[in-house]
């Protein structure tokens, strides 16, 4: 995606828990918030399962609602039959304009076909596994493998961070703790969360310059972190807060009539 791709209003996410990885569940938010906003987040499985005992904490933190679906016979779940259901319902409503089917199941294949025939934009995201047929019916398909995993970039971001405190104390700036403190954020971690977004909003939304708008950043990581705000951080407006990393982000400000647009691409 770039800088001119779609914006829907109104998206689906359907998670088949049997079939996803849990470590990378945040990462999917992450990239299908691109496209636009979520309005429906919910995961299925049988969540008596101990292979399932560790979702509670995500999906509770992520606001998916958890859907149960007990194993009617043993050793064969329901899941994908309970997905369906729920899809077609959505469907019928009238109301969204794009499903995100989660899953490396070759059984959502239909399903993926019939919401394509009703003028739906479908998204899957699966593993490398997911057989042809599945991606082939979906309007875009993420591997899953693609997406960072959430421990690696929780530990990355913050080196970057402290390399930004370590070379403007070099630069003779920031030396009062404090002064330093607020620049960072309070030296709260979200700000390494802040970073990643901000990088991930310039792979998605660039010009054929590697530049992004800082609006589409903005309303990107509002999607993703609707609680965000630069004041948080110490900074009153986005701008502000990517000019104080220069080492992390060239910006770059057009005038166009009375009005200006403000770029930034990732060093």
Known sequence: MNGDSMEFQRMVVLIDADNTQLTKLEEVLHEVSAFGRIVVKKAYGNWKKR?????????????IKAEQQFDYVAGKNTTDIAIVIDAMDLLHTGMYDAFVLVSSDSDFTPLAVRLKESGIYVIGVGEKKTPEAFCSACDNFIYLEYLEGGEEKKEAQPQNVKARKESSRKKGKGNDDESMTLRIGFVDPDIADIHNLLRIACEKFQDDDGFTPLTSAGNYIKRVKPEFNTKTYGYSKLSDLIRSFPDLYEVKRYSSGSSSIIVYRCR
């Open 51 to 63: 292979l399932l005992a560790k979702w509670e904490d995500q999906i509770k933190r992520l606001a």
